[in-house]
């Protein structure tokens, strides 16, 4: 697609040095569209980053970058006025995308051990050691043999430190709520466009469990109530508000979850295209969503998963 924005549109991304925010940056800069990206990385990481960063600028847009804390109140308001004399009297934010990963991982309660049952079963099957047979289950899965998760080792978790209620409070400020207070400084400096979008990304782990997900979990579907609340008072003020719900998705915050290979597999033996979804499937949809013909979507909560969220196959 040819599509070209307007010289004077920007795109405020939190969270824009890696995963879904980096790529929508490469999208969007693609088609001629200014970046703001805020992002929180130790100077280690910056070599790996800078070099993505210029690579937006060889496209020829405005790129602005700021390494700070995004959940800060101080550190936004000085992007903003930062930001507002870049954009002088012309330029304005047609989108807001919430992509920051940054929550606690771990488990509600210490976990009750559960024999590997199949393994031992197909072990005295066969008749050779069950730790010779999950040694090699472990090691053909690790290969990409997905269909041996359940012979495999288990998902090591934390047995000392728990998720509390403290945890849970910065988890959802993190990764939900704290869209709002950019919403609403964006909106008292002006700098949205008359027709502007805001986006969130949750994920299945808003219906479904996974074992350390608690705390994420709710952060996201704070997030989609906090959009629905958005999509109707905001619109008013020129706001479409969406939420996109990724596919599994092989990011630096989902290698973070316990078990996360397991849930790869899962997703590539259950996804009708049998692969995982793309942080770069996931930028296209959002280019779709920036564009004048997605102004009646409002309120919604989008999956870009190949339809992996409706299959009941797992083979």
């Excluded at 996360?260 to 033996?269: E, F, I, N, T, V």
Aim: aromatic share 6%; glycine share 10%.
């Amino acid at each position: 697609m040819t599509e070209r924005f307007p010289t004077d549109w920007w795109a405020v991304i939190l969270g824009g040095s890696s995963g879904f925010g980096l790529a929508t940056a490469h999208k969007l800069a693609a088609h001629g569209m200014n970046l703001c990206l805020v992002h929180r990385d130790r100077r280690g990481a910056m070599a790996r980053i800078e070099p993505e960063f210029e690579k937006l600028r060889a496209t020829g847009v405005a790129v602005r970058t700021w390494n700070a804390d995004a959940l800060d109140a101080d550190a936004r308001s000085q992007i903003l006025g930062e930001l507002a004399k870049t954009l002088g009297e012309g330029g304005r934010v047609r989108l807001l995308l919430h992509s920051i990963a940054f929550g606690n991982l771990k488990l509600l309660a210490s976990e009750t051990p559960s024999p590997a049952r199949a393994t031992a079963a197909l072990a005295a099957e066969l008749g050779v050691d069950e730790e010779r047979l999950r040694g090699a289950a472990d090691r053909l899965f690790e290969a990409g043999h997905d269909a041996l998760a359940g012979l495999a080792s288990p998902p090591a978790y934390s047995q000392s430190s728990f998720l509390d209620e403290e945890d849970f409070a910065r988890t959802i400020h993190a990764m939900g709520t704290s869209l709002l207070g950019w919403v609403q400084d964006l909106l008292a400096r002006g700098l949205f466009a008359s027709d502007a979008r805001v986006l969130g990304l949750t994920s299945e782990g808003n219906e479904v469990a996974w074992k350390g997900y608690a705390a994420v979990a709710a952060a996201k579907v704070a997030l989609e109530s906090l959009a629905r609340s958005m999509a109707l008072e905001l619109a008013p003020r020129g706001l479409r508000t969406n939420i996109v719900q990724a596919g599994i998705t092989d990011t630096p915050a989902l290698r973070a979850i316990p078990g996360s290979d397991r849930m790869k597999a899962g997703a590539r033996l259950r996804n009708p295209f049998k692969r995982l979804t793309t942080p770069e499937d996931v930028a296209s949809a959002i280019f779709l969503l920036c564009l004048d013909e997605a102004a009646w979507i409002n309120g919604d909560v989008i999956r870009v998963d190949g339809g992996e969220h409706v299959s009941g196959e797992g083979r």
